[in-house]
């Protein structure tokens, strides 16, 4: 080998070991926090390798790969979800980290500022950049959370919000790797004396930058006045919130929250996000529990629930509800920043139309990891909640998950007259060392505001932070953990002067001066590297993007109308044999016939659900819909069947409708009125049960679900007489007897209540209504053992269902 192509080989390890550097070191930080120095000399590999002028220039592919691989080492716990994940999320999570190396090469060769001073202005500016334009804004590890708790030195985010202390931390990388550029460069004398002072002018800038923070902070806290403000209880229940188990989830944290929070010392209850993962105004379900809590313990709740926009049937909000002892709901604050895929699916409408096969493929990808295709719904403003307090009305602001990690949202709170910050979340997934890194965001977001942090998690951490972003207190479980430990803290909010910080009201201010300074010094550097006519006309390059749009043609129907009996039969014989995917192909050929066809639907569908490929269910069903009348009825509704599963519920509406009206069958109005009662219309849905009972006046079922709708329309004598004749007639109906037991209960009659609830019971052993309001009535006795027993058949029933999905919604059905 020559000598150049050792010193190609030799330049390659250098340059790939300087790449990856950063990031193991990065990732070190983010797996064992406690290392808060570490981020002062993280970034150096990366700074030498693009700003070293005895080397060439590196490629900035180097910084692609290692900032991918960056971001997968900074969030290890996304594996969870499946192997695939971590590198799945990071190529779409990365990409606000790439104008790094052409910002800080270009402006290193074509100015030649010294490191100390042009890497703390780039990072800053690609920070910003990162919270911006992540989706989700999701970017938890600026360098400024870092120094949390080291309290004086962040104290001057009031004025320039985490960005400031970021450019602190990179100013001290920036330093050393122009010392350590400065001893490799130097000669037989040593250091040239431009070089030394450079170096020493540089050292004793930022010497004098990190006194004056300290000093400022210093000043800071020893002026903090801070009032004593509302008594909180935060309930951290440590439960795996559960969709399938809502009801179950919620009992357990009533019977806690009933035990261990002390009546009367208390004015705000706060339950962690996804405490209730079902509609919380779902009729006689969940608010009247919290309404006896908030009379006995003569407080409101603040409350993590799933709200339903009526502006998008079939979605689902994840909000933060304020209820009072009466039952009211005074206020809701929906979650604006929804976390990708596992609330929201990126681009989804805008890839189903331009990308179908792209399309298709993340939504397979959302399924395999998460277990399911989100229906999240964010909000759109910024709501202030109000806790009455020593006569008056005290706003407060509810943050939900990671809404905290994004400075404009806490920002906007402050700007409109919040006084403190309650933070919901539910991280039981993510693991010990990011729920730390989320306290200290949650430290430095109460310090760019003044305004305290109350921070509430399902499995922790929770505790209380002061205006000054100093740990309060922090929730000791029963085991006395931190995390993954449940138990209940009570401790008075601490109130900063009212008013806005100049951080809140900049808007950003500090962060945006750097990336306009960092664009401003690559144009010049750029114009000065350049000395022809056509470089000052061309300092960019463009790139082209080439993407498979897999563009789709319409679904057809294959194959021939001789051919479809033997693809039945096949298609059949596949989906015994336990292969769904290769019997939907033959299935869906057998349609090239009516008859074979007919006969298919049934089978078809059940292939399409035993694969999981409900978007393909919806297309195939649609073309048969359109291209075999004959079976047009049964089609529709099987793709207003699948459509349903994917909460595209006004299509499916109309399709199951359609069905109905082209061949009326008792089942398809009854389906049709359990979907209207899910779209909050639950007069129409009596209308669709009464067509049912009308083809079919005997169907137990179908009774008990016009006697249902009749009591969720208000109408309880109906109900209760129609119950009543179906109980006659059928006297083991379990589901009926509980809907009794509501009737009683509403009637006052307590004792036949109780007694109907447990006929449910006797006639359906696993119903959960009867149990649920059964601990219910139990726990309005003070008999906690008597819940607690009730709870435990629940949670029982809960591990002998398997995985599926069991929403409180089809509870009784």
Not at 8 to 23: C, H
Not at 353 to 358: G, S
Not at 439 to 460: H, K
Not at 798 to 804: K, L, T, W, Y
Request: with cysteine; net charge positive; glycine share 8%.
């Amino acid at each position: 080998m020559s000598t150049s192509d050792h010193g190609a080989a030799r330049r390659f390890l250098r340059r790939g070991a300087l790449a990856l550097l950063t990031p193991i070191l990065l990732g070190l930080y983010a797996w064992t926090p406690s290392l808060i120095l570490l981020p002062y000399v993280a970034l150096v590999p990366w700074v030498l390798l693009y700003a070293d002028d005895r080397e060439p220039p590196a490629s900035p592919l180097w910084f692609v790969v290692a900032a991918w691989i960056g971001w997968m080492l900074q969030y290890p716990s996304t594996a969870n979800f499946g192997a695939f994940v971590p590198p799945a999320m990071a190529l779409v999570m990365f990409v606000p980290w790439l104008p790094f190396p052409f910002l800080l090469r270009g402006i290193h060769r074509g100015l030649g500022w010294p490191r100390t001073l042009s890497v703390p202005i780039i990072w800053v500016a690609v920070e910003w950049c990162r919270s911006t334009f992540t989706l989700a804004h999701f970017d938890l590890y600026a360098l400024g959370y870092s120094q949390a708790r080291v309290t004086p030195l962040v104290q001057l985010a009031d004025v320039t919000g985490v960005y400031g202390v970021s450019f602190l931390v990179a100013s001290v990388n920036g330093l050393v790797a122009d010392a350590w550029v400065a001893w490799r460069d130097r000669g037989a004398a040593g250091i040239e004396p431009a070089t030394r002072r450079r170096l020493v002018r540089c050292s004793l800038a930022l010497a004098g930058l990190l006194v004056a923070s300290l000093a400022y902070g210093a000043f800071r806290l020893a002026g903090a006045r801070d009032d004593e403000g509302p008594r909180v209880a935060v309930v951290q229940p440590n439960v795996e919130h559960s969709e399938r188990n809502a009801v179950g989830v919620h009992l357990a944290q009533v019977i806690f929250t009933d035990e261990r929070v002390p009546a009367g010392e208390t004015d705000l209850i706060v339950w962690p996000e996804n405490a209730i993962l079902d509609n919380l105004r779902r009729p006689g379900m969940y608010v009247p529990d919290l309404a006896r809590l908030g009379r006995e313990k003569d407080a409101l709740l603040l409350v993590g629930g799933m709200g339903k926009p009526a502006e998008a049937p079939g979605r689902t909000t994840n909000s933060a509800f304020l209820v009072d002892a009466m039952g009211g709901i005074r206020g809701e604050a929906r979650k604006q920043v929804l976390f990708p895929w596992s609330e929201m699916v990126p681009a989804d409408a805008w890839l189903k139309n331009a990308l179908p096969a792209v399309w298709r493929f993340q939504r397979m990808l959302v399924r395999k990891g998460w277990g399911f295709v989100p229906t999240g719904w964010a909000g759109t403003e910024t709501v202030l909640l109000n806790l009455p307090w020593r006569g008056a009305a005290l706003p407060f602001a509810a943050l939900i998950c990671v809404e905290n990690a994004y400075p404009p949202g806490p920002a906007e709170a402050a700007r409109m007259g919040a006084r403190f910050l309650v933070n919901i979340t539910s991280e039981r997934a993510v693991g010990g060392p990011i729920q730390e890194q989320l306290l200290r965001v949650s430290m430095l977001r109460a310090v760019e505001n003044r305004i305290a942090y109350v921070r509430c998690g399902n499995s922790g951490i929770s505790g209380f932070i002061d205006p000054e972003g100093r740990v309060r207190h922090v929730l000791r479980g029963e085991r006395g953990g931190t995390i993954f430990d449940r138990g209940v803290l009570i401790d008075r909010v601490l109130l900063g002067s009212p008013g806005v910080t100049v951080y809140a009201r900049s808007r950003d201010a500090f962060a945006l001066a750097c990336v306009a300074v960092s664009v401003l010094a690559l144009a010049t550097a750029l114009v000065r590297r350049r000395g022809s006519p056509h470089g000052r006309r061309a300092a960019a390059a463009a790139a082209a993007m080439v993407v498979l749009a897999g563009c789709d043609a319409e679904a057809r129907i294959p194959g021939t109308a001789s051919d479809a009996p033997a693809a039945l039969q096949e298609g059949r014989a596949r989906l015994a044999a336990a292969d769904p995917v290769g019997a939907v192909a033959r299935l869906t050929a057998s349609c090239a016939a009516p008859e074979p066809c007919r006969e298919a639907i049934p089978f078809l569908s059940r292939a399409f659900t035993a694969s999981r490929r409900f978007e393909d269910a919806v297309e195939v069903f649609g073309a048969i819909a359109t291209e075999r009348p004959e079976v047009r009825a049964e089609a529709l509704a099987e793709r207003g069947r699948f459509l349903d599963r994917l909460s595209d519920l006004i299509p499916a509406e109309r399709d199951y409708r359609m069905s109905a009206e082209l061949l009326p069958r008792p089942e398809t109005w009854a389906t049709l009125g359990t979907l209207r009662l899910r779209m909050d219309r639950p007069r129409e849905a009596l209308d669709a049960y009464g067509r049912a009972l009308a083809l079919a006046p005997s169907d137990p079922q179908i009774r008990y679900l016009h006697a249902r709708a009749l009591w969720l329309t208000g109408d309880l004598a109906g109900a209760e007489g129609e119950i009543d004749a179906l109980l006659s007639d059928h006297p083991e109906h379990g589901a009926a007897w509980a809907v009794k037991g509501r009737l009683r209960e509403a009637a006052g009659d307590e004792a036949s209540a109780t007694q109907a609830f447990r006929n449910a019971l006797r006639g359906d052993p696993e119903n959960v209504e009867a149990r649920f309001m059964l601990a219910r009535r139990a726990l309005a006795g003070r008999d906690f053992d008597e819940a607690k027993r009730w709870l435990a058949e629940i949670w029982k029933l809960d591990s002998q269902e398997g995985a599926g999905r069991r929403g409180a919604g089809e509870i009784g059905r």
